[in-house]
T-cell receptor, first 113, second 110 residues
Framework: DAGVIQSPRHEVTEMGQEVTLRCKLISGHNSLFWYRQTMMRGLELLIYFNNNVPIDDSGMPEDRFSAKMPNASFSTLKIQPSEPRDSAVYFC???????????FGSGTQLSVL | QQPVQSPQAVILREGEDAVINCSSSKALYSVHWYRQKHGEAPVFLMILLKGGEQKGHEKISASFNEKKQQSSLYLTASQLSYSGTYFCGKANNAGNMLTFGGGTRLMVKP
């Protein structure tokens, strides 16, 4: 199994630009999580999908952030417009069933200048 | 609400033991432990589902006290490979949404 695949691995952009992060789940997994990691705030849960449906997006910081899951195997996290304080490592993770273990992707290192 | 971990950082010599604590002000239905090495993604260590349950992974074990809403991770005879940041996670009552504590940075020196 290829594991959870994220792209790009690194993204450098200028303030105000739109950023799209991508995530491919492990086949058969039905839950998808987006996390953001910074030194100051640790590993924050942004949004959680179950069976393609957003269940909890209370962690999404602002309206500038949006996430979609157009099918069972793929998700995007979009930031528009991006700001320097959005700089962080963004992880997606997938899980099968409930109370299971999370499989993390390698993360996207985002730098907004 | 995120669980709270202590200590924030630990430095050990190879072969020494360490304990990392995780607590929650609200009910803990299950506790999940992950380890993240520098520049990598977090990796699953273990889940504890019942109060009093103890589990082990290599020489790493954990306990879960549901009443006290606490869990502890025990690292015995630490190895260089144990270095990294350890996170505890708590699930919601449905068991399917995981929030993490601030992490404990562990450094094992030769």
């Amino acid at each position: 199994d290829a594991g959870v695949i994220q792209s790009p691995r690194h993204e450098v952009t200028e303030m105000g630009q739109e950023v799209t992060l991508r995530c491919k789940l492990i086949s058969g997994h039905n839950s998808l999580f987006w996390y953001r990691q910074t030194m100051m705030r640790g590993l924050e849960l942004l949004i959680y999908f179950n069976n393609n449906v957003p269940i909890d997006d209370s962690g999404m910081p602002e309206d500038r952030f949006s996430a979609k899951m157009p099918n069972a195997s793929f998700s995007t996290l979009k930031i528009q417009p991006s700001e320097p304080r959005d700089s962080a490592v963004y992880f997606c993770a997938s899980m099968t069933g409930s109370v299971g273990k999370l499989f993390f992707g390698s993360g996207t290192q985002l730098s907004v200048l | 609400q995120q669980p709270v971990q202590s200590p924030q950082a630990v430095i050990l010599r190879e072969g020494e033991d360490a304990v990392i604590n995780c607590s929650s002000s609200k009910a803990l239905y299950s506790v999940h432990w992950y380890r993240q090495k520098h520049g990598e993604a977090p990796v699953f260590l273990m889940i504890l589902l019942k109060g009093g349950e103890q589990k082990g992974h290599e020489k790493i074990s954990a306990s879960f006290n549901e009443k006290k809403q606490q869990s502890s991770l025990y690292l015995t005879a630490s190895q260089l490979s144990y270095s990294g940041t350890y996170f505890c996670g708590k699930a919601n009552n449905a068991g399917n949404m995981l929030t993490f504590g601030g992490g404990t940075r562990l450094m094992v020196k030769p």
